[in-house]
């Protein structure tokens, strides 16, 4: 119970305040533990900032996303674009993200936990999808570098006009290009040999 609770008042405390002003005191207090007990469940701040970020975003559901729900006709591509862009939108997720992200730029440690984080979770989830391997590592990849610099564009910076237009137009934009970093021959890709 107090791992959860410690989770749940780490995202609260990185999304309110950023990794900087964050403190493992502060999150201790707002959970209702002793800081040596956070310290002693996650190991340092960075590790837990990591483990926040998986409740906002969820290997697994992208993972669902890309395996697709009975009865979706949309393409692999549509279906991450669509599932990564309401993770953004979502009141209960969204600002949790810009926040982080923003972390993940200006902090070396939120940096280092982030790029953790992406590689060990989200990329390794998403290249098992596609069949394991590096080439399948360096296609999620790829796919990934799309998704969060549009999510940067659009979202932290909120630079017009991709900030401006609706979520489907977005999608059906950018979802051709997820779907062949996906999906394309890797010769027509020109992936390396890896």
Do not use: C
């Amino acid at each position: 119970m107090s791992r959860e609770a410690v989770l749940a008042a780490a995202k609260a405390r990185f999304a309110a305040e950023g990794y900087e002003k964050t403190t493992l005191r502060a999150i201790a207090d707002d959970a209702g533990v002793d800081p040596a007990m956070v310290l002693y469940l996650f190991g340092s701040k960075a590790d837990l900032f990591r483990e926040s970020l998986r409740l906002v975003l969820d290997p697994d559901r992208l993972v669902r996303a890309l395996a697709g729900e009975p009865g979706d006709t949309a393409d692999i591509g549509t279906r991450m674009v669509r599932t990564y862009l309401q993770i953004w939108e979502l009141p209960e997720s969204g600002p949790t993200m810009i926040t982080m992200l923003q972390s993940a730029t200006s902090n070396s440690d939120a940096h280092e936990a982030f790029r953790s984080f992406m590689q060990g979770y989200v990329l390794t989830a998403v290249s098992g999808v596609l069949g394991g391997g590096e080439q399948a590592r360096l296609r999620a990849m790829l796919a990934a570098s799309q998704l969060v610099g549009t999510a940067m564009l659009r979202y932290v910076m909120k630079i017009p006009p991709l900030a401006a237009i609706s979520g489907d137009e977005l999608v059906r934009l950018i979802a051709p290009t997820v779907t062949r970093y996906l999906t394309a021959d890797a010769a027509e890709l020109g992936l390396p040999e890896l």
